[in-house]
């Protein structure tokens, strides 16, 4: 090998020891007698030293070298004069008696520093130079350590990782799907999986009761910052299993990567229902990192003439702590946030609880004092506080206050991304009715189970059924999903009409899953962890794109090897798509 150590592991035991080290040219600084360079690899950096009296051409040689070369040397460990105690190598360095430049390196086009002076896109083209900076390793070697510590985990329990293809079928259900032709079919098209949903049931069918796979997802949809268009999950089913089981299992499974890659143990995670979490934080995915829960105001402020509240179907708010301080300009600046056509709320309306008891609010034309103290009891205000409270039709107001209130939390200080606050959001609806198509959507997917109890519901009343669908969050981001499964042919026959499929459309798209339901299904279910987000929320970044190798930007393209790109004449053809390249038309 061209080393016997590596830039990370020496210190002062090994002083005296002659080594070699291979690596890449940091920085150096000339001194004149003396030649100071910072050897990398991926372990660390050592100070290697070249002194111009006794190795004058050495020295020379060295002063030539320019940033990102690849060099290996060889040398006695000495202890350093100054040291710096920040660095594992810090207390040694290398006096070098044998210099070998194995690779020169073009001027790297940003520095390879954690706080580099590159832009996005330009790191995007050169990732590999990207990817030697530190912060990226680190996010790398995080993501190592989850992967190997779910598998672990996992084994342990007896899940097997069965791996299930990517060339699958389109189907029209949720995102939209990468298509990939067919040239042995002209005019058929394989589907890239949004998940191995299907497949993981079909193992349930086949007895593998325990299945799970890190798995690389596709979806193609309108892209956000947040979203990459192929993604990976930690998929997983279980047979003979109720909602409690799995999310114990699965509360397993997290709070051992809690404990194992972040040292401590967050405890029992709290359960709340859908509705007490829209109810509370106007959020299916609450950051409980801070309390600041919605108070409700709908009762007492009716009547008082006050148009706005007269006609809001909801009146609701939060409280402040501490913040009855705030100057006419910061509580425009709140009002300007709200209105914001993304956040959408009309306008806010806040009462001040000033710190000598009095009680001063933007209606106070409207409302006695006696009265404004009521709203504050609602809130269990304090002198001091300040409650901001807006008001119009219910599911707005809720997701504007939302908004609010974590807009409040990042003002505050209260959304500290090195506190973990996991929690299992149950009970979300079964279906959604969407205003635009006139039809149910499963919220989740078409496989999820209603609960028993409300099956009744199902002619009746379906957007009122309730599923056995769970989502794990973790300070405000959804990390997981999941639901028990139906595994009756007739209940998910029924599931599809409702869906508004014909049963030839049903048969067609899903007849494999049906008709696998005819031979012994067990009762199943299971969930999926985005695991890009996961290794992100533990590295306390909100960005998945430091934590994959070589990801997409914002508008899905990889910047690297520069595609999506055309493809050949002749390639089309033997696909049977030439006719669809518009250059040809
Ligand atoms: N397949 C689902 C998803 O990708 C997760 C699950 O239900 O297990 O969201």
């Known amino acids: 090998m061209l080393r016997t150590h590596t830039c990370g592991e020496l210190n002062i035991s090994f002083v005296g020891k002659n080594i070699t080290l291979s690596g890449?040219?940091?920085?150096?600084?000339?001194l004149g007698g003396m030649t100071f360079i910072d050897l990398r690899d991926r372990y660390g950096i050592t100070q290697l030293v070249f002194n111009m009296e006794t190795?004058?051409?050495?020295?020379?040689?060295?002063?030539?070298?320019?940033?990102?070369?690849?060099?290996?040397?060889?040398?006695?460990?000495?202890?350093?004069?100054?040291?710096?105690?920040?660095l594992a190598t810090g207390e040694i360095e290398i006096d070098v008696d044998s210099l070998n430049i194995l690779n020169e390196s073009a001027l790297p086009p940003f520095t390879i520093e954690n706080n580099t002076d590159g832009g996005d896109e330009l790191r995007m083209r050169f990732r590999y130079l990207d990817l030697r900076r530190n912060i990226l390793k680190e996010n790398l070697e995080l993501r190592h350590r989850m992967s190997i510590e779910v598998r672990n985990y996992l084994d342990s329990l007896n899940f097997m990782e069965i791996e299930t293809p990517y060339l699958i079928g389109s189907t029209p259900e949720g995102a939209r799907d990468f298509v990939v032709p067919s040239r042995l079919h002209h005019g058929?098209?394989?589907?890239?999986?949004?998940?191995?949903q299907t497949f993981k049931q079909i193992l349930m069918v086949a007895g593998y009761d325990r299945y799970y796979q890190i798995v690389r997802c596709f979806r193609d949809e309108d892209l956000r910052a947040d979203r990459q268009p192929e993604f990976t999950q930690i998929d997983c089913e279980m047979s003979f299993v109720t909602q409690d089981d799995i999310l114990n299992t699965f509360e397993g499974l997290s709070r051992?990567?809690?404990?194992?890659?972040?040292g401590f143990d967050p405890g029992a995670f709290p359960v709340l229902t859908y509705d007490e979490a829209m109810r509370l934080y106007g959020s299916d995915k609450p950051d409980i990192r801070f309390e600041m829960t919605f108070g409700d105001l709908t009762e007492l402020v009716k009547g008082h003439n006050f148009k706005v509240f007269d006609d809001a179907e909801i009146v609701i708010g939060i409280n402040a702590e501490a913040c009855s301080e705030y100057s006419r300009k910061q509580l425009d600046a709140l009002t300007d946030f709200v209105k914001k056509p993304q956040i959408g709320a009309s306008g806010l309306i806040y009462l001040k609880y000033g710190a000598d008891g009095s009680l001063k609010s933007s209606v106070d034309k409207f409302y006695s004092p006696e009265e404004l103290q009521k709203w504050a009891?609602?809130?269990?205000?304090?002198?001091?506080?300040l409650i901001l409270i807006l008001s119009g039709s219910a599911n707005r107001t809720r997701k504007a206050l939302n908004e609010l209130r974590l807009e409040m939390g990042n003002q505050l200080g209260l959304r500290n991304n090195t506190v973990f606050k996991p929690l299992w959001v149950v009970d979300f609806p079964l279906l959604e009715w969407d205003e635009d198509s006139q039809r149910f959507y499963a919220m989740h997917h078409p496989f999820t189970s209603p609960k028993p109890e409300d099956i009744n519901l199902l002619e009746s009343d379906p957007g009122k059924i309730?599923?056995?669908?769970?989502?794990?969050?973790?300070?405000?981001?959804?990390?997981?999903?999941?639901?028990?499964?139906?595994?009756?042919?007739n209940l998910q026959k029924r599931m599809f009409q409702l869906l508004g499929f014909t049963d030839e459309e049903a048969q067609k798209q899903f007849g494999f899953l049906m008709n696998a339901f005819e031979y012994g299904a067990p009762p199943h279910g299971g969930i999926a962890f985005g695991f890009d987000r996961f290794c992100a929320i533990f590295g306390g970044s909100d960005s998945i794109r430091d934590f994959i190798a070589f990801p997409k930007n914002n508008s899905g393209r990889d910047m690297m090897i520069d595609s999506p790109a055309s493809i050949s004449e002749a390639q089309l053809k033997e696909l049977g798509i030439t006719f669809l390249n518009p250059q040809k038309q």
């Open 24 to 30: 890449w040219v940091q920085r150096s600084r000339d």
């Open 377 to 385: 009891e609602v809130f269990n205000a304090k002198p001091g506080d």
């Open 188 to 196: 058929e098209f394989y589907a890239l999986p949004q998940s191995p």
């Open 55 to 86: 190795r004058p051409d050495l020295c020379n040689a060295a002063r030539k070298l320019g940033r990102e070369f690849v060099i290996s040397v060889t040398g006695i460990v000495i202890e350093r004069s100054n040291k710096n105690l920040k």
């Open 256 to 262: 051992h990567l809690f404990k194992v890659v972040k």
């Open 466 to 489: 309730r599923a056995n669908a769970y989502d794990l969050v973790i300070n405000g981001v959804e990390i997981g999903g999941g639901s028990i499964r139906i595994h009756s042919k």
